[in-house]
């Protein structure tokens, strides 16, 4: 007998590095989905778990958050082989690491959740301690699923709706990657207000259904980033040649560096478009407003 659950992939759309300060921050999470199967295998007695056995049991790296997670609470686990099944096949930017943490973390407690003792247990999991403690925000949106805005501070958070008839994303792999938890290590702290003033724009546009307000609070950050040297360097070579594209809104580096995924808002008229500009440009294209997708659920 078999547990089968499923998570989406998540992508910032506004509010990295104000997220690690425990500011508010937006994100989309789409498909496909990462899936995790925990198989009943083995019926051990209240004695020590045989060693062979504890490290078959899962495929997760031990410093790993769900690695971790899997060790802190190896008894709920000791009877299942568990395996992950990763669709971008581990070429990062979408979430993995997390999907990870927060799929065993609801094979353990289920799918209702208090955002503060979730987050706390996380970062229990995933900090070492050094640098900056991850913020979390993408667990969240991967428990909520689709439009996810969250406030770190006051660990609230809601699904927002996409009303905007004209507007669309696409989401493009850029082919590099940056460990994250190694980028916080060395992180220092971001400009605040600006970014904070963005994000707050962004909820608004939210609410009265703005796209001209979302985009240029979009645009404003993603400014804010490049300026204060938060952008890797092959990402901008990318926004760069984005820029010069007239069906382009904007367009902005996601996550750590921005160095893993580029997010473009562009009409929904110019979804071919972006999807032949990126074809010709040789990036991947891992997502968009036709691929969001519901959060963390039970598949059997």
């Not at 991967?142 to 507007?167: H, I, M, N, S």
């Amino acid at each position: 007998m078999a547990k089968v659950l499923s998570a989406p992939g998540k992508t910032f759309l506004i509010g990295e590095y104000l997220a690690l300060v425990g500011g508010p921050s937006i994100l989309v999470t789409t498909k496909p989905r990462f899936a995790l199967t925990a198989e009943l295998v083995n019926s051990f007695d209240e004695g020590p778990i045989p060693a062979l056995i504890r490290e078959a049991s899962h495929p997760f790296a031990p410093l790993s958050p769900a690695g971790k997670f899997l060790a802190r609470n190896e008894r709920d686990f000791r009877d299942y082989k568990i395996s992950f099944q990763d669709p971008h096949l581990g070429a990062g930017g979408l979430g993995a690491s997390s999907a990870q943490w927060a799929l065993v973390y609801a094979l353990k407690n289920g799918l209702s959740h208090d955002w503060s003792s979730l987050l706390e247990e996380y970062r229990q999991c995933a900090w070492s301690g050094e640098g900056v403690a991850p913020s979390g925000a993408d667990v969240v949106a991967q428990f909520c699923g689709g439009v996810t805005w969250f406030d770190g501070r006051e660990f609230k958070a809601r699904r927002l709706e996409w009303g905007f008839p004209q507007l669309s994303f696409t989401l493009l792999r850029t082919g590099s990657k940056l460990a994250t938890h190694e980028h916080l290590k060395r992180h220092q702290a971001a400009p605040q207000d600006v970014l904070r003033a963005s994000v707050g724009e962004a909820t608004t546009a939210f609410e009265t259904n703005d796209e001209d307000l979302l985009t240029g609070a979009v645009a404003r950050f993603a400014s804010a980033l490049v300026e204060s040297g938060r952008t890797a360097s092959h990402t901008l070579e990318i926004l760069s040649a984005l820029k010069r594209e007239s069906w382009v809104r904007t367009a902005k580096g996601c996550g750590a560096m921005g160095a893993d995924v580029v997010l473009v808002l562009h009409d929904r008229s110019a979804t071919t478009a972006c999807e032949s500009w990126a074809r010709e440009s040789g990036l991947e294209i891992c997502g968009g407003l036709n691929h969001l997708d519901l959060g963390i659920r039970f598949e059997s």
